[in-house]
């Protein structure tokens, strides 16, 4: 397979998670804020607002990923929301906590946190990164002009 079309693949996958977990989020903000509150991390002043605008965020930076010109950008805004989700849920699994994660589905019954969510966002984490750096010319750097 040529480089390109790996890089249209991980695009395309990455967008697609976010959009698939960013959905039911919208469609129901008062379950997403009850699950913010159960990973017991915001002060209560936040977490309205974070179930409002965060899946939003998510939403619109999955479809600026799409965009060739936008793809930096947006795979960078990827990079921290994932920095922040996988530190929450090796916390969380640090804490014991036995709550759903609300990634995916914000019902409480939804998936339990676990190692395997974890794994899985350090593996969406390091195609973030590599999205990142083959945005930016594979991260090599231009010579300066004399």
Not at 15 to 43: E, G, N, S
Not at 62 to 89: D, E, G, H, N, W
Request: a positive charge; proline letters at 6%.
């Amino acid at each position: 397979m040529s480089r390109r079309l790996l890089m249209g693949l991980a695009v395309l996958a990455l967008a697609a998670v976010f959009i698939v977990a960013a959905l039911p989020k919208i469609a129901d903000p008062h379950d997403f804020a009850l699950a913010i509150y159960r990973h017991q991390f915001a002060p209560p002043w936040a977490i309205n607002a974070m179930a409002i605008y965060l899946p939003w965020i998510e939403l619109t930076t999955s479809v600026a990923l799409l965009i060739p010109r936008l793809r930096r950008a947006a795979a960078l805004v990827l990079l921290v929301l994932l920095a922040a989700f996988t530190a929450l849920i090796a916390y969380d699994l640090w804490r014991g906590l036995d709550i759903a994660c609300g990634c995916f589905s914000v019902k409480p019954g939804g998936d339990a946190i676990g190692w395997w969510n974890l794994l899985r966002n350090l593996a969406l984490l390091t195609l973030a990164g590599v999205l990142y750096r083959s945005a930016a010319g594979g991260g090599q750097r231009m010579p300066h002009p004399r």
